[in-house]
């Protein structure tokens, strides 16, 4: 997932669970800036806050798609 698709995930779930950005930091021991930069697609959020986020958010971590995400070519070896 870019940045990108996850700030705009962020943004409407938090949005619809009527939360600030301060309660979200708040809630998933973030700061206020950290929350900022994750929903203005800034910076790249750990696994872990991806998890802490989904779960104040009452949501599953499926809930933050990532349709460009493929598995990597299949690599082929060379014979010696």
Known sequence: M???????????FRERAGMS????A????????????????ESVPSWTAVQLIAKAL?????SFPNPSLKLPAK???QRK
């Open 2 to 12: 870019s940045t990108d698709d996850f700030a705009l995930w962020l943004a409407a």
């Open 21 to 24: 950005q301060t309660t979200l």
């Open 26 to 41: 708040k809630l998933t021991d973030l700061t206020i800036q950290d929350a900022s930069q994750l929903e203005a697609g």
């Open 58 to 62: 009452g949501r599953s971590c499926v």
């Open 75 to 77: 690599k082929t070896r």
